[in-house]
Each structure stands twice: as structure tokens, then as C-alpha cells.
């Protein structure tokens, strides 16, 4: 069955420090990924998706992230976190199973920043 | 703001009650998504329609029920609501399936 694991429940990173959220994937084909951010209280921002080609895709707010089909993963980056990035950030990937399109998120990732 | 809509943004009832949340999605866009947020269960899938035909049932029970009227918005019914319920219902709306879906605000949802 398709899934989605975020490892990390909860990062904790210094402002200006860079970030990595890992995301890993199972999905027997070409997946379509995406990365969603929530800050409390709202609802889902689309940050980046993958659909094909360039496997480093660029994202809102400066992040990246890079799809890796060997590792079956699709890391979130950012080179300088910033203070307004403490969020809760959910990795996807599209179901398209028949007449299907639904996502399948992982547990999310919660993202505190230091001062 | 992701251009899709949803009514009301917060709503507090009782056990046992009836409850209807309400969803536009983004002009031009087909296909809406239903999903459910609990702390327990994550986000999960409860149901797609596509032009106002139902194309995927998830993790719906059997009290929840939806629809995708002409003009494209659409309804999600929960009945016989139970402590359990409580959650923060999310919709999305994409222009075909397996494309990108963009959230409305969600709806939370407190059963006493």
C-alpha cells in the first residue's frame, strides 16, 4: 500500500541555521509529490510539488526540495530559517489508482525555531 | 489564500446532532477532496467527487455523507456525530484528479 513516513515528529533549529525535513515515500510508480505547510491554526499551504523532470524543485518562502527515486525520498531544504517558518510541515504523495487523485500525507514534522 | 472556500470556520454541537459543512472550491476547478485532521489519525481521505460525481471513498464512515451540487461547491453531512468526530475538516480542490490540490481554511469541528 502507498505511505508516506516523516521520521522526525518534532525539529527544533536556530534561526539563521539551515533545515532539513526528511520524507520517504512507497508508491510503485512515478509518484507525484508535494510538500504542505501549516501554521497553527490554518490550513494547508502548498509549498513545492514534483511531478516529473528536474528532480531539486524550488518552492514559496525559499525552500527546495529534492526527489531521489533510488531512496524513494523527497527531502525538504532550506539553506536560513527564519522565525515565521516555525510550522508544521506534511509531506504528500498523489494516490492515482483508477479514478483516484486523493493525497496520502505522513504524520508531519513540527518545526520549532530558537532565537 | 488558496482561492477555496469553506463555511462555517468553526462549529461546536452536541452528540447525537446533525452537522453540514460547506465547500467552493477555486473557480474552474472540478475535482474537491474531503479530509478529516485528528490528532490521533492524522489527515486522512474521505471522499472525492469530480463534477459532481463521486470518484473515491476513504476512510468515510458510513454516518458521513457528501455531495458536489451543479455550480461545483459541495456539502459534507455528518450525522449521529460522536466525541470522536471532533476534528478539523478540511476541503481541497484540484482541476482534474492526480493534480494539485489547493485547501480551503477547514472547518473545526467540536462535538460536546
Known amino acids: 500500500a502507498q505511505s508516506v513516513t516523516q521520521p522526525d515528529i518534532h525539529i527544533t533549529v536556530s534561526e539563521g541555521a539551515s533545515l532539513e525535513l526528511r520524507c520517504n515515500y512507497s508508491y510503485g510508480a512515478t509518484p507525484y509529490l508535494f510538500w504542505y505547510v501549516q501554521s497553527p491554526g490554518q490550513g494547508l499551504q502548498l509549498l513545492l510539488k514534483?511531478?516529473?523532470?528536474?528532480?531539486l524543485v524550488q518552492g514559496i518562502k525559499g525552500f527546495e526540495a529534492e526527489f531521489k527515486r533510488s531512496q524513494s525520498s523527497f527531502n525538504l531544504r532550506k539553506p536560513s530559517v527564519h522565525w515565521s517558518d516555525a510550522a508544521e510541515y506534511f509531506c504528500a504523495v498523489v494516490y492515482y489508482g483508477g479514478s483516484q487523485g486523493n493525497l496520502i500525507f505522513g504524520k508531519g514534522t513540527k518545526l520549532s525555531v530558537k532565537p | 489564500d488558496s482561492g477555496v472556500t469553506q463555511t462555517p470556520k468553526h462549529l461546536i454541537t452536541a452528540t447525537g446532532q446533525r452537522v453540514t459543512l460547506r465547500c467552493s472550491p477555486r473557480s474552474g476547478d472540478l475535482s474537491v477532496y474531503w479530509y478529516q485532521q485528528s490528532l490521533d489519525q492524522g489527515l486522512q481521505f474521505l471522499i472525492q467527487?469530480?463534477?459532481?460525481?463521486?470518484?473515491a471513498k476513504g476512510n468515510i464512515l458510513e454516518r458521513f455523507s457528501a455531495q458536489q451540487f451543479p455550480d461545483l461547491h459541495s456539502e459534507l453531512n455528518l450525522s449521529s456525530l460522536e466525541l470522536g468526530d471532533s476534528a478539523l475538516y478540511f476541503c481541497?480542490?484540484?482541476?482534474?484528479?492526480?493534480?494539485?490540490?489547493?485547501f480551503g481554511p477547514g472547518t473545526r469541528l467540536t462535538v460536546l
Open positions: 514534483y511531478f516529473s523532470g528536474d528532480t
Open positions: 467527487y469530480y463534477n459532481g460525481e463521486e470518484r
Open positions: 481541497a480542490s484540484s482541476p482534474r484528479r492526480a493534480d494539485t490540490q489547493y
